[in-house]
């Protein structure tokens, strides 16, 4: 079997379901929290609707590496996926109950859709050739540009079909994550064959490729459990003991982590600082636009520079990139609408090198066996730094200001850079 050539088949079905996943996602979060405040009559409850999906996309990171360590990439993301679709029924029954514990729960479930994405990026490399996974990775991530920016203009359309599919009010959204969750796990189970861990695993063990039946999509059999991955199902503790053994893989795992509190932090706050200049909602929409945009469009470039330059060289810059983003947001005033941009389009930029470049590093820093188990770990604890991030921020703004949590989130990733750059120069050395 071509290997080459699956790869990128493998590629083109993980960008598919990346699309469609990723407008799930956008077209539900967009109105979450508008419907959790309708439905309990409390703005501060409302704010749990984006707590709980993340915390859903935290706590289904592991089972969906534990799925993937058992039977195979699809079926990691399979499970993510089908919770995605359990949780948009949830939703949508908690709508037309107008009961909001029920939603929330349902948000949880709806999580699936992230850790799904997440999950699809790690996917991309287990058939990569040498020198070539960061620059695999960043396509996959690339291609939630379109789900991202495509979902929320969404909405109001999926609105105006629920209601003339006579859903109850605000289901139309939910609706059409449902379509399009179910959509990602039909192309997932019909066209990711064959399996690329599986694959990957049965070449590193010596096994022939299965052969090919005039078709790529014929599924390649699973291969024999040899002792080393039948030792890696101890899920969170396999990867603990993996990221002990494998400084790069801590680092690496740090550096993800630190990039996406960085990141969500100062993200989460600039609407509520624009909000207190009286900005509108467009101005709003154009700021977090252009985030977006510098979150996924540059992510073939990061790619392809963490491949050329090394894995550390490109960290150590996106935690550059991130200072510069946090001393020129949170030195702008309010009104200061140009300055804010800048400041989060490079925000979004210093995130995608610490993605792109942690989630590689990491994956080449451990054995193939532990590998699931590790990008598990590495997907729970960005989240959970994500949420507590977010609770942090509101709490350093609501005490102090936006300019001082600017200054915190420069002083966490430069302090992160130099801890790069100081424990990787021993091992260039040796």
Not at 406 to 413: C, D, E, I, K, L
Request: a positive charge; one cysteine or more; charged letters at 10%.
């Amino acid at each position: 079997m071509n290997i080459a050539a699956v790869q990128r088949r493998t590629l083109a079905v993980l960008s598919i379901a990346q699309i469609t996943g990723g407008v799930g996602v956008a077209v539900g979060t967009a109105l979450s929290s508008l419907v959790v405040a309708k439905l309990s009559g409390s703005v501060a409850i409302s704010g749990l609707a984006g707590t709980s999906s993340v915390l859903g996309a935290a706590l289904l990171a592991l089972p969906t590496a534990g799925a993937a360590n058992r039977g195979g990439r699809r079926a990691g993301l399979t499970l993510a996926y089908a919770c995605a679709v359990l949780g948009c029924l949830v939703a949508l029954l908690a709508i037309a109950t107008r009961v909001w514990p029920l939603l929330l729960a349902g948000l949880v479930l709806f999580g699936g859709g992230s850790a799904g994405n997440l999950a699809s990026r790690y996917s991309a490399t287990d058939l990569s050739a040498p020198g070539h996974s960061a620059r695999h990775l960043a396509w996959v991530v690339w291609a939630a540009t379109i789900g991202s920016v495509t979902g929320p203009n969404l909405a109001e359309p999926a609105e105006h079909l629920g209601r003339r599919l006579g859903l109850a009010p605000d289901a139309g959204p939910f609706a059409l994550s449902l379509l399009a969750f179910a959509l990602a796990l039909a192309v997932v189970l019909v066209a990711l064959r064959p399996d690329p861990l599986l694959l990957a695993r049965a070449t590193s063990q010596g096994s022939p490729a299965p052969a090919a039946s005039g078709s790529p999509a014929a599924p390649a059999p699973t291969p024999t459990p040899t002792p080393a991955v039948a030792r890696s199902r101890g899920g969170l503790r396999a990867g603990w003991r993996a990221l002990r053994e494998s400084p790069a893989a801590s680092r690496a795992l740090v550096a993800i982590a630190v990039a996406h509190t960085a990141m969500v932090s100062v993200m989460s706050m600039t609407p509520v600082h624009l909000d207190h200049a009286g900005a509108g909602y467009r101005t709003i929409g154009v700021v977090l636009s252009v985030h977006i945009a510098g979150m996924f469009v540059l992510s073939p470039a990061v790619g392809w520079l963490a491949d050329r330059i090394g894995r550390t060289r490109v960290l150590v810059l996106g935690m550059g990139v991130l200072l510069a983003a946090a001393l020129l947001a949170g030195g702008a005033g309010p009104h200061d609408i140009g300055r804010v941009t800048a400041g989060l389009g490079l925000l979004g930029v210093g995130w995608s090198c610490g993605l792109i470049a942690g989630s590689a590093m990491l994956t080449e820093a451990v054995p193939l066996e532990r590998r699931p188990a590790v990008q598990g770990l590495s997907d729970l604890l960005m989240n959970v730094c994500g949420a507590g991030g977010t609770i942090l921020a509101g709490l350093i703004v609501s005490g102090l200001s936006y300019g001082t949590l600017g200054t915190a989130t420069a002083v966490m990733v430069t302090v992160t850079a130099a801890w790069l750059a100081l424990t990787t120069r021993p091992a260039r050395t040796a």
